[in-house]
């Protein structure tokens, strides 16, 4: 089968690997139908992560079954899912809190690949949501987008508490804080401020429902918060970046008793105690919990309530991941999907 391995930062090929199969009598093998690059498979592309020889990539993902172990009773051949980015029994006492992205039989599905003809699915039963009917070809890409940017996006705004009368920022504006915004919309946010400097990205933050555009970065970028809440700074901060400065923007700029959702992976990321006591505020992220949104959210993609899938603005054929990484890298494109 054909799937996108990396083999140095940098270095993206479509190879030919041995086809996935199943390995436990709870996986199953679903032949992807769609895939796409995730913001965060740029970190081992820039070098910032390591990479150890030839790894396979993504995580995001949407198929049909094509067979199942022995222990799965819940997912059938021929069902059209998605899954998470984090496969998970979905029973544990942590799954039933709601951080099945912290399950104690968590697999990453990094670790597996799934920009691929075909995707070996751990704990399939727990991982995996069957969609009804078929879906359309708009739906279809917002489909992907559950899989991963759309359910990080609603757990970042969910975190920070975004909802009715609240005023919410968002730090970043890749795919992930672009549906942060529709979150924060769709979930009653009065006020949404984005952060960006993009022409292009700032015309999808406003289609998702930002009220206000702020373009300063860093403290310049707080202050500018602060003016536009009286003082105050935001109800809700959302960071989907994961650097130092990002992480800093969002705490600093949450007013006292705010809370802030953080999403983005994060890479040198220090916070100084005195000043976390002193912002007074409360921290709630990490890997979303994609698993417990996901009916939610395809029953909002399936009656066309939402349409999350015009992030989206590169597709190419799995042969062409390459130029879909180096795209993105290039910030030509906000998330590029890969054709089967």
Known sequence: MRAVVMHAPGDVRTDEVEKAEIVKPTDAVIRVTAACICGSDLWPYRGIEHVNGPTPMGHEYIGVVEEI?????????????????????????????????????????????TQADYARIPLADGTLVTVDGKPTEAQTRSLLAASDVLGTGWFAAVAAEAGPGKTVAVVGDGAVGLLAILAAKQLGAERIIAMSRHADRQALATQFGATDIVEERGEDGVARIRELTDGYGAHSTVE?????????????????????????????????????????????????????????????????????GVVFDLELPIEEAAEGYKAMDERRATKVLLTL
Do not use: W
């Open 240 to 308: 989907a970046v994961g650097t130092q400065e990002s992480m800093m923007q969002a705490i600093h700029a949450a007013r006292p008793g705010g809370h802030v959702g953080y999403v983005g992976v994060s890479h040198g990321v220090e916070l100084d105690g005195l000043d976390l006591f002193f912002s007074t505020v409360s921290l709630l992220g990490g890997p979303a919990p994609v698993r417990r949104f996901l009916p939610e959210l395809i029953d909002l993609i399936m009656t066309d309530r939402i349409d999350p």
């Open 69 to 113: 172990g022995a222990e799965v009773k819940d997912i059938a051949v021929g069902d059209f899912v998605v899954g998470s980015f984090v496969a998970s029994d979905n029973t544990c006492e942590i799954c039933r809190a709601g951080f099945q992205s912290r399950c104690i039989h968590q697999v990453m599905m990094g670790a597996i690949g």
